[in-house]
């Protein structure tokens, strides 16, 4: 399959072909496909998102034994690392700059 440039802004969940505003925090090169798995990710960041806001009004419910706020956690590292692979070099480099995936992206 043919790969296409796409802008990803992770805060916002955004995919887009079109580099627009502040759309391209994070440029991939992906097939269809691959781009599909990625938006399934975030979906999936994006709902566990949802998760911890009902958490945070609940307080019997601590921060660190709240699994919305790890699945968000786990897909959000999950994300950054498919990003990495899939990422033109200074999309790579600022990914590899924040530490995020310890020594899974060298």
Known sequence: M????????????????????????????????EIGELRRIIN??????????FRAHVPIVEYHNDSSNDAYDENLIVAFQMIHDLGDE????HIESMGILGNNSM
Request: charged share 30%; aromatic share 10%.
């Open 2 to 33: 043919e790969k296409s440039r796409y802008y990803i802004n992770i805060g916002t969940g955004e995919i887009s072909q079109e580099k627009y505003d502040n759309n391209d925090d994070f440029v991939v090169h992906a097939t269809e496909t």
């Open 44 to 53: 999936h960041m994006q709902s566990a998102d949802i998760g911890t806001f």
């Open 90 to 93: 200074k999309t790579q480099k």
